[in-house]
T-cell receptor
Framework: SQTIHQWPATLVQPVGSPLSLECTVE??????LYWYRQAAGRGLQLLFY??????ISSEVPQNLSASRPQDRQFILSSKKLLLSDSGFYLC???????????FGPGTRLTVT | GIQVEQSPPDLILQEGANSTLRCNFS?????LQWFHQNPWGQLINLFY???GTKQNGRLSATTVATERYSLLYISSSQTTDSGVYFC?????????????FGTGTRLQVFP
């Protein structure tokens, strides 16, 4: 069966510090991968998606970037965090475009 | 872009009651999913339902794509049903599927 992991689970970082969040998927190959952010009390917003290694599409201009160095690894990064980057970050995967998406447990980021 | 609206925004029920949650969307969609977000933030897949009707235990869902809405039915609610329910629609062309989330329905079930 497929499993999706995210770490860390929680993170408190000062403004201006770098960020690296990691997501890995087990039990499948060549998945579509997604990064979403959920602001407090609101729905999720798609940030990035990837249909293959090195292929990244950005949905929202922001202070963040994403990379896919391996087939089942998706990384969300920032060089300098802003207060507005605080939120709950969720990684998701699907077998193909248009298929059901499955979400990881999320990383709760607080920028102070 | 597409708009996804959910109603009601908040729902308070006593254990054992039934409820219907609605999701309206403003454009044709590639797919539709219902999720339950538990108190720890985990998004739990309930239904993948671009059209038609599905049932899973006490939950069922119906999507009428031509009329651009979906309904989630919860019967005999339990306290463990509490949380936020999201509808999300897949929108965009080939290889650009993105889930657009509604603002959610917050459900509280009391014993």
């Amino acid at each position: 069966s497929q499993t999706i992991h995210q770490w860390p689970a929680t993170l408190v970082q000062p403004v201006g510090s770098p960020l690296s969040l990691e997501c890995t998927v087990e039990g499948t190959s060549n998945p579509n991968l997604y990064w979403y952010r959920q602001a407090a009390g609101r729905g999720l917003q798609l940030l990035f998606y990837s249909v293959g290694i090195g292929q990244i599409s950005s949905e929202v201009p922001q202070n963040l970037s994403a990379s896919r160095p391996q087939d089942r690894q998706f990384i969300l990064s920032s060089k300098k965090l802003l207060l507005s980057d605080s939120g709950f970050y969720l990684c998701a995967w699907s077998r193909t475009s248009g298929a059901e998406q499955y979400f990881g447990p999320g990383t709760r980021l607080t920028v102070t | 872009g597409i708009q996804v609206e959910q109603s009601p925004p908040d729902l308070i029920l006593q254990e054992g009651a039934n409820s219907t949650l609605r999701c309206n969307f403003s454009d044709s969609v590639n797919n539709l999913q219902w999720f339950h977000q538990n108190p720890w933030g985990q998004l739990i897949n309930l239904f993948y339902i671009p059209s038609g009707t599905k049932q899973n235990g006490r939950l069922s869902a119906t999507t009428v794509a031509t009329e651009r809405y979906s309904l989630l039915y919860i019967s005999s609610s339990q306290t463990t049903d509490s949380g936020v329910y999201f509808c999300a629609v897949g929108w965009g062309g080939y290889n650009t599927d993105k889930l657009i989330f509604g603002t959610g329905t917050r459900l509280q079930v009391f014993p």
